[in-house]
């Protein structure tokens, strides 16, 4: 009876813990924020980074509605599992910078 009860616990725990996670992890939408498309013109992963992670190397193609497209550079550490983006791979992303630099592919 004990155990079942700790398992649940735990079980619980971690469910609420990962919902928490993912919902931490997706960008503040400001009012009025304005979406972009974002491809991925090339991808590498350099060899760099702590154990069991990658340094992903990406240049973007940023397209917003009302400005010209224009090209980014971003770098993020994922972790090994984590496949790095495709060359053509297309997404949806908010025009702020800081939403940029959260590599919205992950």
């Not at 498309?37 to 991808?43: K, P, R």
């Not at 240049?59 to 971003?74: E, G």
Request: proline residues 10%.
């Amino acid at each position: 009876m004990r155990r079942t009860i700790i398992a649940a616990a735990l079980l619980f725990g971690l469910a609420s813990g990962g919902c928490a996670a993912a919902a931490g992890m997706q960008p503040q939408v400001k009012a009025g924020a304005k979406t972009c498309l974002v491809q991925v013109l090339y991808s590498e992963e350099i060899p760099l980074g702590p154990m069991f992670y990658h340094t992903i190397k990406a240049t973007l193609l940023v397209t917003p509605s009302d400005r010209p497209p224009f090209q980014t550079t971003v770098e993020k550490v994922t972790p090994w599992q984590v496949p790095p983006p495709r060359q053509g791979q297309q997404v949806w992303a908010y025009c702020d910078a800081a939403s940029l630099n959260a590599f919205p592919f992950y």
